[in-house]
């Protein structure tokens, strides 16, 4: 069984549409993040959580927001979406290593903005 | 600052022939080095990592990789690829003043039968 779960699994939005994409784990992190997959770009950081509560910007945060209500729970928000944010989005968690933490990720949610 | 540079974003081997993906990082402190792979319709797993010791780290399946210091990479390395490894690979960097994971932007593996 999946340890992290994203839903949906595909979305299609219109400009300037709200979505919310969600994540849950079972893995028990306090670490949590979202990533963005472009060709060529790899997979960018846009918003991260150290546990319930809190939420930190990473590389990329711009028209994003993020949620952290629970351990199990993050979720990113578009509350103005765009044709760029049209992408596959990541979430993981992170085992906190103090030596090289070991993410662990969900299968992705591809999202189309029209 | 850091970054990951991954030269070839596709890379065609036959079954059964040897393999590197090449990886180039740039750090400022002490790296802690990943391979993470994707397979299709998948998120990313972790293949192994590096973060102090041996500079060859073994990881799942007969992959392993070799930090150097001097070159500034990490390239990831099989003896005997299978069709099944036909995925796409990540390298990435984050250090010890707790920076997060920066990734390159993926080699595309085929492994031809």
């Known amino acids: 069984e999946a340890a992290v779960t994203q839903s949906p699994r595909n979305k299609v939005a219109v400009t300037g549409g709200k979505v919310t994409l969600s994540c849950n784990q079972t893995n028990n992190h306090n670490n949590m993040y979202w990533y963005r997959q472009d060709t060529g770009h790899g997979l960018r950081l846009i918003h991260y959580s150290y546990g319930a509560g809190s939420t930190e910007k990473g590389d990329i945060p711009d028209g994003y927001k993020a949620s952290r209500p629970s351990q199990e729970n993050f979720s990113l928000i578009l509350e103005l979406a765009t044709p760029s944010q049209t992408s596959v989005y990541f979430c993981a968690s992170g085992d906190g290593g103090a030596s090289a933490e070991t993410l662990y990720f969900g299968s992705g949610t591809r999202l189309t903005v029209l | 600052a850091q970054s990951v540079t991954q030269p070839d974003a596709r890379v065609t081997v036959s079954e059964g022939a040897s393999l590197q993906l090449r990886c180039k990082y740039s750090?400022?402190?002490?790296?802690?080095l990943f391979w993470y792979v994707q397979y299709p319709r998948q998120g990313l797993q972790l293949l192994l990592k590096y973060y102090s010791g041996d500079p060859v780290v073994q990881g799942v399946n007969g992959f392993e990789a070799e930090f150097s210091k001097s070159n500034s990479s990490f390239h990831l390395r099989k003896a005997s690829v299978h069709w099944s490894d036909s995925a796409v690979y990540f390298c990435a960097v984050s250090n010890n003043a707790g920076a997060k994971l920066t990734f390159g932007g993926g080699t595309r593996l085929t492994v031809r039968p």
């Open positions: 750090s400022s402190v002490t790296p802690y």
